[in-house]
């Protein structure tokens, strides 16, 4: 499996639906243990609106303890925090799901690189949920 890296945004290819992308994301934080804050379906509220778009869902999700001492180091991080997973269909029909790469999170920030590690498995689940 192939991922991409654009302006701090990591794509990586799902072999899957969008929905069934979703359902193993879910069903993967869930056996973790982590938190699902809201899911966001953009193409479904833009359906709602009169307008047709792609299917689109964006996942939020995270967990305290790994979470927190990275709005403590610096606080404007909870603007990118919890994390998130956007699961969209591109217009040749493939799925894909971005999230924002580590290494923006911390330069954007000024992160300390053990901090990140706290939230290093959006980058395992991403890969799981694609797989």
Not at 76 to 93: F, Y
Not at 103 to 130: K, S
Request: proline share 5%; glycine share 8%; charged share 15%.
């Amino acid at each position: 499996m192939t991922s991409t890296e654009s302006k701090g945004v990591v794509d990586i290819p799902s072999h899957h639906s969008v929905e069934d992308t979703l359902q193993k994301l879910q069903a993967s934080l869930q056996a973790k243990g982590v938190k699902v804050f809201a899911l966001i379906d953009h193409s479904g509220e833009a359906a709602k609106a009169g307008m047709t778009m792609r299917p689109t869902k964006l996942l939020i999700f995270g967990n305290p303890q790994a979470g927190t001492p990275l709005m403590l180091a610096a606080p404007r991080s909870a603007i990118d925090l919890p994390l998130k997973l956007l699961i969209w269909e591109d217009a040749q029909g493939k799925v894909w799901i971005s999230y924002n790469s580590l290494q923006y999170l911390g330069e954007r920030h000024g992160l300390p690189q053990d901090l990140l590690a706290n939230v290093a498995v959006v980058a395992t689940l991403a890969a799981q949920g694609g797989a």
